[in-house]
């Protein structure tokens, strides 16, 4: 089974300090995109990762940067964390070319007080 | 580009009920589209995926959901519902040759004794 584990399930930050989500995968999968998940609002999407050291903007990347060192892991930073930026992250994984299905991590919950 | 509109943002069922979960896409192009479940305080979980084939996609859990594609839909069912349904769930859709996918807002289904 893949397994996508993310670093904390739960997160308690003060504004202004600067914050990593990691996200790990075991499938030896190409992609990996990190969401956030607002009530109403759904999964958006803000950042993608297609290979090492590769990755795009999605949707909503203005207060966030990504990094891709190894294939297996892909963090997302908050430089300067704002109120705002509390919500749920959600990693996920998949293959190039595959059949699009994407695996996803529990989740981690970010309070930013 | 690609969207996906899910229609209502709450569904109410009574327990053994059938259910309908509406999903609507808008598309020129190729599509795949899934059903993803997500119960309390976790990550997603694929329920079923449409690539080609059979308009009529079986999956986990006793759910069931048809791609229409003159209507633009891929509503999502279940003859009879139980309390463990009760969940967000969330329609999503790709283009082929983006490995992106784009979320509906997500429904959630709560089942009443």
């Known amino acids: 089974d893949v397994k996508v584990t993310q670093s904390s399930r739960y997160l308690v930050k003060r504004t202004g300090e600067k914050v990593f989500l990691e996200c790990v995968q075991d499938?030896?999968?190409?992609?990996m995109f990190w969401y956030r998940q607002d009530p109403g609002l759904g999964l958006r999407l803000i950042y993608f990762?297609?290979?090492?050291?590769?990755?795009e903007k999605g949707d909503i990347p203005e207060g966030y940067s990504v990094s891709r060192e190894k294939k297996e892991r892909f963090s997302l930073i908050l430089e300067s964390a704002s109120t705002n930026q509390t919500s749920m992250y959600l990693c996920?994984?998949?293959?190039?070319?595959?059949?699009?299905?994407?695996?996803f991590g529990p989740g981690t919950r970010l309070t930013v007080t | 580009a690609q969207s996906v509109t899910q229609l209502d943002s709450q569904v109410p069922v009574f327990e053994e009920a059938p259910v309908e979960l509406r999903c609507n896409y808008s598309?020129?192009?190729?599509?795949?589209l899934f059903w993803y479940v997500q119960y309390p305080n976790q990550g997603l979980q694929l329920l079923l995926k449409?690539?080609?084939?059979?308009?009529l996609v079986k999956g986990i859990n006793g759910f069931e959901a048809e791609f229409n594609k003159s209507q633009t839909s891929f509503h999502l069912r279940k003859p009879s519902v139980h309390i463990s349904d009760t969940a967000e769930y969330f329609c999503?859709?790709?283009?082929?040759?983006?490995?992106?996918?784009?979320f509906g807002t997500g429904t959630r289904l709560t089942i009443i004794p």
């Open positions: 996920a994984s998949s293959f190039v070319k595959g059949t699009y299905e994407q695996y």
């Open positions: 499938m030896d999968h190409e992609n």
């Open positions: 990762s297609y290979d090492v050291k590769m990755k």
């Open positions: 598309s020129s192009v190729s599509v795949y």
């Open positions: 449409y690539l080609s084939g059979s308009t």
């Open positions: 999503a859709g790709a283009n082929f040759g983006n490995e992106k996918l784009t």
